[in-house]
Every structure is written in C-alpha cells, then in structure tokens.
C-alpha cells in the first residue's frame, strides 16, 4: 500500500524541465536543437531502432511498446515473459536480430526470478507483423548459479558483433564482488553466443576444465553498455564504479578487467575495496570518471546530420546527470564534453536515429526520448 501511494506521488512530480522544448543549444562542434520526441514511458531502459524508423523500447516494470517516428506510444505489446521487476532489475535491453528484416527475432534481456532466487537472463522472441505482439518466446540463456538475496547489478546489454555472434554484459549482483572472477560463474562476464545462446568454439575459456565456455572477458562490476566502434571492429564496454572509478574499456578475448582486485574506487562508506589500481595480467581502462557519471548505455556516431560530432561516442549517464561525448580516434580517446549536464535529467540509453538524430532514453517514472537534431 505504501509503496503504491509512493509510485503514485512521484508520477504526479513535475518533470524536469528543458529550458524551453525546441531551444538551441551550442555544444563544442554541433548546434542542436533539444526536443522532447516522446512521453508515456515508464522507467525506458533499452532501445532498438526498426527498418522503418520505430522504435522498440523496454520499460523497466516488464513493458516493451512501439514509438513511432512522429513519437506516438503504443499500447504494450502483447506476449513478452515475466521480469523481476525489483530494485535495478526488470525488462532491460533490446536487440534487433541482424537478419530482422526477413526473421523479425528480436532479443531481450531481463532480471528474472528463478528456484534460488534471481539471475540476468537473455530470451529470443519473433515481433509479429503487426508489431502488437512477441511470439515464440524462447529463453536462452541464464546468467547461473541465481542469487537469493539482492537485485542490483545485472548488467543486461545486447550488442551484435560484424560476424553476427551476440554479446552479452552481466553485473556481479553486488553481494559476493569475487563472483567477477570465478571462471564457473556468469556473473560480471561479458558472455559470447550464438543466436541459440550456445557458446562458441573459438571462445577464449572454451577448452578450460571448470570454466564456462560462454565467457569472453571477466572482472566487470555492473557493465551497462556494449557497442562496435564502426571504424575499427573493436568492442567498447562502459561499467559503473562504486564510489568512484567508472570505466571505459576496450573488450578484448579473454582479458580480465579486475572487479575486485583492481580498482579506482571505493566503498560508498568510504572504505578501501583494494589499495591496487592496476596490476599485471589484468587489463587497464581507457578511460575512468572519479567522480563518477554512472554510465548507461553508449552509441557511436557517423552521420551527415551533425559532422562535427562523426566519430564521437555518446554515453547516457545517470549520475550528474547528463549526455557525455567523447571525441575519439581508433582506439583512442581524445577529448570529453559534456551535454546538458544542467538540466539534471537521469539519462539511461543513448541512440542514433535515422536521420542523424540523436536520442536520449530517460530514466524517469515518467519517462521521454529526448531529440538533438540539427538546428537548422
């Protein structure tokens, strides 16, 4: 009951409010103009552009609708499976399959409950024509063993690599920090699989007695963000710190990435997690925020539409809260600037549409796509 008028309190809060919906915005290299492309969504937290233009976009409490392209939300489509819809988990991310176009498969990830309590799951489902409903719903893969107590840190990104194997980011469930580095856990993995959730042969720990052959990196904390950096083939991963020490990481076969051992962060207590900031045999970020943005989903981008933004990667943060853009070259980065940081809108997931525009998922229980189009 409590929670019920609480849930109901916040939905008649104000939103945060954009300066003026349609102002101009001067950044570094682009002048945009800020728009507000849709409302009605409750807790957005993934998103998958259609051939057509539409959007696929999960909300947190279990809902996956349709927004069209002139921002119009769908009733919730029909057929998608239970989540655990409690604290950080419920339905999360969505990925078009790379055939869509003929197959209509789509995949989801979600926290969801098992015997023995609850896990990062990844599930394949077919949109029907119509887009009203999921069909042929078929869970693939689950993040064991599940854990009884906690529902934070699932992590639940989707990206598809240029050779159409799937990947998978998982958290380490923030109870035991160790279960990143356990070679027989799922848990804060980035995970490699084909489109049947099987591990792949050429995996790097598919031939180690007691390893799971699903794993490609290890010693992530809560990895929120997968993306292929377009120019050079290489897998890009984001993860929230703890008190300090956000991440930007190049994911490479195999790598451990150091969650617990290794850290730039400390507990919210303050206390020390691990006096080591690096150490042999485990991989370095590229980049780390102290404080930290908590990052959520990443995009990079290449179009017309904005030049002075090509070969940026744009990253949702929660924390701060805004937009952050890194200019980058290769592999590398080379510059920061940070969008709207002053509006204080929690921003979830990040994506290029069509048209070059780019739009931003809130992380509101009132949820919006925010627009950032060119402004002429």
């Given amino acids: 009951m409590i929670r019920s008028i609480l849930a109901l309190a916040l939905l008649a809060l104000p939103l945060p409010a954009l300066a003026q919906d349609g102002e101009i915005v001067r950044s570094e290299r682009a002048t945009f103009r800020l728009t507000t492309f849709a409302t009605g969504l409750e807790r957005p937290w993934g998103a998958a552009l259609l051939p057509d233009g539409r959007l696929l976009v999960t909300e947190r409490p279990g809902r996956l609708r349709v927004v069209g392209r002139d921002g119009a939300v769908s009733r919730p489509v029909e057929g998608v499976p239970q989540v655990e819809a409690a604290s950080q988990g419920g339905l999360l991310d969505v990925a078009l399959g790379p055939d869509f176009e003929t197959s209509r498969e789509i995949f989801l990830c979600s926290a969801t409950l098992v015997q023995g309590g609850a896990l990062t799951r990844l599930i394949r489902a077919r949109l029907s024509a119509d887009a009203s409903a999921l069909e042929a719903v078929t869970p693939l893969l689950d993040a064991t063993p599940p854990q009884s107590s906690g529902r934070q840190h699932y992590g639940c990104r989707i990206a598809f690599g240029p050779d159409g194997r799937l990947y998978l980011s998982t958290g380490d469930r923030n109870v035991d920090r160790m279960r990143s580095q356990r070679l027989d856990d799922l848990a804060g993995k980035v995970l490699r699989v084909d489109r049947e959730g099987r591990p792949q042969r050429d995996n790097p720990f598919a031939d180690r007695a007691g390893a799971r052959g699903e794993i490609f990196t290890y010693g992530h904390r809560n990895p929120q963000s997968l993306a292929f950096n377009p120019w050079t083939g290489t897998l890009w991963q984001a ?127 009132q949820g919006r796509i925010l627009r950032l189009a060119p402004a002429e």
Avoid: C
């Fill in 239 to 365: 993860e929230h710190g703890p008190r300090g020490g956000d991440e930007l990481n190049l994911i490479r076969p195999g790598a451990n990435y150091g969650w617990p051992v290794v850290t730039h962060g400390v507990n919210y207590s303050g206390t020390t997690i691990s006096e080591q900031k690096s150490a042999p045999g485990m991989e370095d970020p590229i980049r780390v925020w102290t404080p930290v943005i908590s990052p959520s989903g990443i995009a990079f981008y290449d179009h017309a539409a904005f030049p002075g933004w090509q070969r940026s990667l744009f990253i949702a943060a929660l924390n701060s809260p805004g937009l952050v853009r890194l200019s980058t070259e290769g592999d590398r980065v080379t510059g920061e600037e940070r969008l709207l940081f002053d509006r204080r809108i929690r921003m979830r997931d990040v994506l290029v549409g069509q048209d070059g525009a780019v739009l931003v998922l809130t992380d509101e229980a």
